[in-house]
């Protein structure tokens, strides 16, 4: 397996016995760095592919992800919406008999 060579890590928080730790989830990196050590640096958000800087608040999450997609994290689809476009497939489907 050829690994492609990264420089912008892409981390998660793992909790170890005495400390957290930032593990890139990328396959086959095996970088990590500590929490005092995360901030400020560039990472790659998993969501939207982004480059960004690491804030104090951004190294808090679980999966470190950019500010942008803070905000794209609720979501989009209101459940009525869905619940409708459900009708109209099951009207689709039986339209054709
Ligand atoms: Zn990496
Ligand atoms: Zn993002």
Sequence with gaps: ???KPH???QYR???LVK???FRCML???THYTREAFIINKIALCPFCGK???ITRDL???ETV???ECIVSTKPKVEVKEVVEFLEELKDDTTSHK
């Design 51 to 53: 480059d960004f800087l």
């Design 19 to 21: 400390s957290v730790v």
């Design 65 to 67: 992800h950019c500010s």
């Design 7 to 9: 420089k912008i890590h």
């Design 59 to 61: 190294a808090r999450r």
């Design 27 to 29: 396959p086959g990196c």
């Design 13 to 15: 928080k793992v909790k």
């Design 1 to 3: 397996m050829v690994i």
